[in-house]
């Protein structure tokens, strides 16, 4: 009975598994890779996703509200404060992509990264990147408020093999002329080689269920077995005991 249930779980989950075979999601990508800006930055969105014949328009959402259909790229010539949030795109043979966030600050530092999660031994580009480029000088890169690179002019930081001390909050500061100016703190998490698994992609819940459902249905199958096998082995031996004893009794009396 249990088995019967159990396979018919399975059943489910197979079928679960059929359907999600869905068209591919689509695709965002931010050029420069910058998803943190300054007012007046220009910044392009690019789609990524494939196109049924005859259908070459891309739907752009911003905070999931319409804001295009026509092309791939989305292009954002002086960003705005208001332009911050999350953009995603599809594609007439792709599903909705997932978001990706654009930040835009109005001040005079940003500090920029590609992104800001690392896996140890990968390399830590980052940018001070100030309000339409004016000149700065005398910066500093900190890390956990502790100076860790000072630069006479502006200049990018390269880590070129993150380890886990270089885990930490960042943010940037020099002078524009005369003014003291800082960026605001950014989280850089480099993940130890240890805690590898956990960047992995984690299988689907459903194919975790699969696999459980699997080792269950092995388990259930074993004990089957080996209780049927010692269902059938041992009531001759006691039908035998019986016989033996049956068979002294009279002798004793
Ligand atoms: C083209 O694909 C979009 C989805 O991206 C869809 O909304 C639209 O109706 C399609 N246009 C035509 C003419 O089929
Ligand atoms: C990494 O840094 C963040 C803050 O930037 C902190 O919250 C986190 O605990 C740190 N992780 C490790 C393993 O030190
Ligand atoms: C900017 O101000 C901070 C204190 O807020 C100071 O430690 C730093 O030396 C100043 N930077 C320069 C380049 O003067």
């Known amino acids: 009975m249990w088995q019967l249930l159990l396979q018919m779980a399975l059943l489910v989950l197979v079928s679960a598994d059929m359907q999600a075979a869905d068209p591919p999601k689509a695709v965002v990508f931010l050029e420069p890779s910058w998803d943190r800006v300054l007012q007046g930055d220009s910044v392009t969105l690019k789609c990524q996703g494939d196109y049924a014949p005859g259908n070459t328009s891309t739907e752009w959402f911003h905070n999931g509200s319409f804001i295009s259909g026509q092309n791939s790229s989305y292009f954002i010539e002086a960003a705005r404060v208001e332009d911050s949030g999350e953009y995603r795109c599809q594609t007439s043979l792709s599903m909705l992509s997932d978001p990706v966030q654009l930040r835009v600050h109005n001040g005079w530092l940003v500090l920029q990264a590609p992104r800001w999660v690392f896996q140890e031994g990968e390399p830590i580009h980052l940018r001070c990147h100030s309000w339409?480029?004016?000149?700065?000088?005398?910066?500093?890169?900190?890390?956990?408020?502790?100076?860790?690179?000072?630069?006479?002019?502006?200049?990018?930081?390269?880590?070129?093999?993150?380890?886990?001390?270089?885990?930490?909050?960042?943010?940037?500061?020099?002078?524009?002329?005369?003014?003291?100016?800082?960026?605001?703190?950014?989280?850089?998490?480099?993940?130890?080689?240890?805690?590898?698994?956990?960047?992995?992609?984690?299988?689907?819940?459903?194919?975790?269920?699969?696999?459980?459902?699997?080792?269950?249905?092995?388990?259930?199958?074993?004990?089957?077995?080996?209780?049927?096998?010692?269902?059938?082995?041992s009531p001759p031996r006691n039908w035998k005991d019986h016989k033996f004893k049956w068979s002294q009794d009279p002798q004793d009396q």
């Open 132 to 233: 339409k480029n004016t000149p700065l000088r005398l910066v500093t890169y900190l890390q956990d408020g502790k100076g860790k690179r000072f630069y006479h002019w502006n200049s990018e930081h390269h880590i070129p093999k993150a380890t886990p001390r270089d885990n930490g909050s960042y943010f940037c500061r020099g002078l524009v002329g005369k003014k003291n100016v800082s960026s605001e703190t950014v989280n850089i998490i480099v993940q130890g080689s240890t805690s590898l698994s956990v960047s992995l992609p984690f299988p689907p819940w459903h194919q975790v269920a699969f696999c459980l459902v699997m080792v269950i249905l092995f388990a259930v199958d074993t004990g089957l077995y080996f209780s049927v096998q010692r269902k059938l082995r």
